[in-house]
């Protein structure tokens, strides 16, 4: 069993729309939870994160994570073309290394 | 502010070659670390350099090896090169601020072992 999962998608939406994205994990140790965009030929970029359980807001993003039921979601309101990317969450420990999934593709549809 | 930058941007190899791959940090940075992204999947750690010393490692075998040097940059070596060693080689600096880690990641190196 990977340490994080996360659907591959493709998640296919129209513009304006929430779009969810989760990921599960199995190691109780995990701390910080990332969540980073990918574009396609491109290195991820840092979107967001959260420490421990919670709720965080960012703009049209929020990052919500439940320690107890080891569920992490990303989402995303208004949704737009620009939007469309791989999503990759990636908790961490209190070691260095970040956990990455395998990425959720998002496509947003004009 | 240049960010992570990483070089060569793209790189083909023949099985049984060696490689070595650079990467610069973002200023102000002065932890490094190496991953591989096999193409549908997710960065998988390979190892991390702090003060020019292999700080933790991956479930990566000894053919992959890497240095820091005292200016903050690293490369990252990969010997005896498979098949299986083509992905994109992402680069990822950091510093501590005090509270959790940020990684920037640089847009990465693409080998192929052909």
């Known amino acids: 069993q990977k340490e994080v999962e996360q659907d591959p998608g493709p998640l296919s939406v129209p513009e304006g729309a929430i779009v969810s994205l989760n990921c599960t994990y199995s190691?109780?140790?995990?701390?910080?939870f990332m969540w980073y965009r990918q574009y396609s030929r491109k290195g991820p970029e840092l979107l967001m994160y959260t420490y421990s359980s919670g709720n965080k807001e960012d703009g049209r993003f929020t990052a919500q994570v439940d320690k107890s039921s080891k569920y992490i979601s990303l989402f995303i309101r208004d949704s737009q073309p620009s939007d469309s990317a791989t999503y990759l969450c990636a908790p961490r420990d209190s070691s260095y290394k970040l956990i990455f999934g395998s990425g959720t593709r998002l496509l947003v549809r004009p | 502010d240049a960010g992570v930058t990483q070089s060569p941007t793209h790189l083909i190899k023949t099985r049984g070659q060696q490689v070595t791959l650079r990467c610069s940090p973002k200023?102000?940075?002065?932890?490094v670390s190496w991953y591989q992204q096999a193409l549908g999947q997710g960065p998988q750690f390979i190892f991390q350099y702090y003060e020019e010393e292999e700080r933790q490692r991956g479930n990566f075998p000894d053919r992959f090896s890497g240095h820091q040097f005292p200016n903050y940059s690293s490369e990252l070596n990969v010997n005896a090169l498979l098949l299986g060693d083509s992905a994109l080689y992402l680069c990822?600096?950091?510093?501590?601020?005090?509270?959790?880690?940020?990684?920037?990641f640089g847009q990465g190196t693409r080998l192929t072992v052909v």
């Open positions: 200023s102000g940075h002065d932890t």
């Open positions: 190691n109780s140790a995990f701390q910080y």
């Open positions: 990822a600096s950091s510093t501590w601020t005090g509270r959790v880690t940020e990684a920037f």
